[in-house]
């Protein structure tokens, strides 16, 4: 199903047309109401008239996420106070957190964009949908609950955490559809393992629409396995609008950019420069029809790829890859980069162990070490030293293949590492320089 036929299925000419008059209209907004905009602008002697087709987007300004903490709370906001209704925040982890502005306009438009996502997922009105993602300044729950209600599904606000309550709910409701993080998503199976519910015999579920961190197709298949559903990836950020920007069709073969209000770019993150279409790099967003916090060139610091390949489904929007790292959180370990995710899926498709993972980088002089620290599955637990050597060593073989890298595997008992109901924090950098 899709949702809006008239925009996600545009033919490209149609769109691009689309996609100029609302940059125009938006770098005339931003001229006007946004003094950081205006200095840049003016600073460059560029006048808002100067955008005469898409091409012109690389002369404009990049924006990072220092200008949003730069200008907190509300310095970057283009309207007056008076006409926001809505303000979220990103969670932060040091400092104040990056708020974000919606005038009533932005919300729908931003409910238009989740309900997209949702029914490209394969969520309608006749489901029964949980939402567990937290409740809050963060845009994950809000931004799909609007969408949900707009679709017609029952929501079920679970908000996170509390989990046992969530596996009673889901079986007492009929609950079809789960939204929250992939790693929720496992960790609410081994509970629901624990409380003797097996997904596939006590449970009605589907769907899940897992987003808001990045996970492997190792993980999806773990997951589409023991929860019995179709699970589908989006991609969002609070920046941008929350969750929405972009969703799998149950093609599962990329996520479809909302183009008609975003125009995306790919750029190689130390350059600057627009890369091609299907090489990897920094994603760059323009918001072109938001009222309240447009902003041009939005540097994610997410790594992917883009195609405007057709897709089976029939949509014509430009697809994303999965989120294949960023560019702050990829390690440099003895000069190899490194991503999480490729450890993950090494960690995914290794019998014995879980995926539930920790890595934990020290320097030793000049020599930095990275330690994969994993738990093993409950089945395959044991006192037996010569077992636990030999997983270590296959699991050590494949890093150092996939890594080009030497990394120390230390195995864990099951339910050793802290569990999270947001974004899992997988990283433990503890060398002093990074
Ligand atoms: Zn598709």
Redesign the pocket.
């Known amino acids: 199903m899709i949702w809006n036929k008239r925009y996600e299925t545009m033919d490209r000419e149609e769109l691009e047309a689309l996609q100029l008059s609302r940059l125009q209209e938006t770098v005339h907004h931003l001229y006007d109401h946004v003094p950081f905009y205006k200095d840049k602008l003016d600073s460059m002697g560029f006048l808002p008239g100067d955008v005469k087709s898409l091409a012109d987007l690389r002369r404009l300004p990049m924006t990072y996420k220092t200008d949003l903490r730069d200008n907190y709370p509300f310095g970057m906001f283009a309207v007056p106070k008076k006409d926001v209704v809505r303000v979220h925040a990103s969670s932060g982890t040091t400092g104040k957190p990056t708020v974000v502005g919606y005038t009533a306009r932005d919300l729908d438009i931003w409910s238009e964009m989740t309900a997209r996502v949702l029914t490209?997922g394969g969520i309608t009105a006749e489901d029964t949908v949980q939402v567990a993602f937290g409740y809050g300044l963060f845009t994950g729950a809000f931004g799909m609950h609007y969408g949900l209600e707009k679709i017609g599904s029952m929501v079920v606000p679970a908000s996170s955490g509390n989990t046992e309550k969530q596996i009673m709910l889901m079986q007492d409701f009929g609950t079809t559809g789960l939204i929250c993080t992939p790693s929720y998503a496992l960790y609410m199976l081994e509970v629901a393992e624990k409380m003797g519910v097996n997904p596939k015999e006590d449970l009605k579920l589907k769907w899940g629409l897992f987003g808001s961190e990045g996970w492997t197709d190792a993980m999806r298949m773990e997951i589409e396995k023991r929860w019995n559903v179709d699970a589908t990836d989006n991609y969002g950020m609070s920046e941008l609008i929350g969750p929405g920007v972009s969703g799998?069709?149950l093609?599962k073969?990329?996520m479809?950019i909302n183009e008609d209000h975003f125009i995306v770019e790919v750029i190689d993150p130390d350059t600057g420069e627009v890369l091609p279409d299907g090489e990897i790099g920094e994603l760059v967003f323009t918001s072109i029809t938001k009222q309240a916090l447009p902003l041009i060139r939005y540097r994610t610091m997410d790594l992917a790829t883009i195609t405007k390949e057709p897709?089976?489904?029939?949509?014509t929007m430009a697809?994303m890859s999965k989120v294949r790292g960023r560019t702050d959180d990829m390690l440099i370990i003895r000069g190899v980069n490194v991503f999480p995710s490729q450890i993950e899926s090494v960690i995914v498709s290794t019998e014995g162990v879980a995926p539930q993972y920790q890595l934990v980088v020290t320097s030793q002089g000049y020599m930095d070490e990275l330690e994969v620290q994993v738990e093993m599955v409950k089945d395959a637990f044991t006192d037996d030293y010569r077992v636990l050597e030999d997983i270590e060593c296959t699991l050590a073989n494949r890093l150092q293949t996939i890594l080009g890298l030497k990394a120390k595997v230390r195995l864990l008992e099951p339910g050793s590492l802290e569990r999270f109901v947001g974004k899992a924090k997988r990283i433990v950098d503890k060398r002093e320089r990074k």
Do not use: F, L
Request: aromatic share 0%; glycine share 16%.
């Open positions: 490209a799998e069709c093609q073969d990329g479809h897709c089976a489904c029939g949509r697809r």
